[in-house]
């Protein structure tokens, strides 16, 4: 099984409220995703996404999306994300405001940032005038030998700022080896994730090894079920924070990032206590924008106060937040009990099965066509779309091209029609299905 996976680097973007990270981390996404994704977005989590520069691609996370509270707590809260951001990213770009000057919080997340020996970029924003590019002088008081003046509203200045930041990331390494396929467990803290793989392990002899993880931190442990060897990826127990950062939300998302992005299959665990929520929902987005199998899992559900129809109401509750995604296995569990946790992995092993399930084109054509013809796509001012040809694409997960006359009106709603079509004769479940309409 060849598997290339690439170590992307992950940059933060620190600083204040409004200094304007968010509308810096908009304007680098939107130029990726024009290019890139033609996949239209449910993208929920608005504080993630990738970038690229110079034929580098990067990881951004927007730390600003996930302060929440007063002005008293902010102060405490970002010294917690600049250091989280320190301990996860590859690289830093801390913002600042050349209206507001050198604040005392700048002074001190410039501290923590000088300390850290991570490179870190200071970006002056606002700076849309040649009076404003004066007053940014006395940034060098932080003790920077240099800073970048941008403007995030028009985008001037973000050139400089992003060929040295990608000239600091790490080289990517890509991989190119016999890998088993890999598992992440991800979630939230104390959703159960070690003890989840723990009970695993714990019962089974036949661990290989612990490898120490390629991800920089993750452990892989090779485990083998069912004469199926997988490597188990734990994002939980790497580096225990004291208990105050670990109801950050940030901080789960940082730590599953790199997890999920270097992964086949992500097992998500949450607490059934607790429920499906915001944050859970967060990591489930972020591995299905990034096209990986998916598993959840309800642990505790022993813990639950249960009758003959709570698990059906669960079930439909948590496929109604994963619209329009709703083929995606479900495993109610207890790890305390043991409860199903063997069904848990034989399910994570069949979505994989079902990611890298390939179609003859043969075989696709003969099933699809036939379905297309009795339910062509929507006619748009009088043109008709016809669809002649489809194939699957040659990508690690399954996505398929359709071949019509009019590709520009095929619209979401019957891209749709042909993935839940797909998704009804070739078992999918479990793995997100990306649709192409090319021109034939």
């Known amino acids: 099984m060849q598997s290339i996976f690439q170590s992307m680097s992950i940059v933060a973007i620190v600083g204040r409220p409004n200094v304007g990270k968010s509308t810096f981390f908009n304007r680098l996404i939107q130029r990726r995703e024009a290019i890139v994704d033609a996949v239209s977005g449910v993208t929920r989590d608005r504080h993630y996404g990738k970038s690229d520069w110079n034929g580098k691609t990067f990881s951004l996370i927007d730390t600003g999306g996930y302060v929440k509270g007063s002005d008293d707590v902010f102060e405490a809260e970002i010294d917690r994300q600049v250091e989280l951001a320190i301990d996860e990213a590859d690289a830093i770009i801390f913002m600042v405001d050349v209206e507001a000057g050198v604040t005392g919080m700048d002074q001190e997340v410039a501290q923590l940032l000088r300390k850290s020996k991570k490179p870190y970029f200071l970006a002056v924003n606002k700076v849309d005038s040649a009076t404003r590019e004066n007053d940014a002088v006395e940034f060098y008081s932080m003790g920077v030998e240099k800073y970048y003046t941008i403007s995030s509203i028009n985008g001037s200045g973000t050139g400089e700022l992003l060929d040295d930041l990608v ?24 959703a159960g994730k070690s003890s989840f793989i723990n009970a695993l392990i714990g019962e089974d002899r036949f ?58 299959v992500v097992i998500l665990v949450f607490d059934a206590t ?27 559900w022993d813990l639950v106060e249960k009758d003959h129809k709570t698990t059906k109401e669960m079930e439909a509750y948590i496929r109604k937040q994963c619209e329009p995604f709703v083929d995606v296995p479900i495993v109610f569990m207890s790890v305390m009990t043991k409860q199903r946790i063997y069904k848990a992995i034989e399910t994570a092993v069949e979505v994989y099965e079902n990611r890298t399930r390939k179609v003859k084109t043969s075989k696709l054509n003969e099933l699809m066509l036939p379905l297309i013809q009795a339910t062509p796509p929507p006619a748009v001012k009088g043109k008709y779309v016809k669809i002649k040809f489809c194939t699957q694409l040659p990508t690690p997960y399954p996505s398929f091209a359709f071949f019509a006359n009019l590709p520009q009106y095929v619209k979401d709603p019957y891209k749709r029609f042909l993935e839940n079509k797909l998704r009804q004769n070739f078992d999918f479940t479990g793995v997100p299905v990306t649709i192409y309409i090319r021109k034939k």
């Open 207 to 264: 661990v290989v090894t612990d490898i120490a993880g390629t991800t920089r931190d993750s452990i892989d442990t090779k485990y083998n079920r069912f004469g199926f060897e997988f490597n188990l990826v734990d994002t939980a127990g790497i580096r225990k924070k004291n208990k105050v950062k670990e109801d950050l939300e940030f901080y789960s998302v940082m730590r599953s990032v790199r997890a999920i992005e270097y992964c086949d």
């Open 167 to 190: 000239e600091a990331l790490p080289e990517e390494e890509e991989r190119e080896e016999e890998t088993l396929p890999r598992f992440a467990v991800v979630g939230r803290p104390n």
């Open 274 to 300: 607790r429920g499906f929520d915001g944050q859970v929902q967060n990591i489930f987005w972020l591995a299905q924008r990034n096209n990986k199998g998916i598993v959840i899992l309800a642990n505790k």
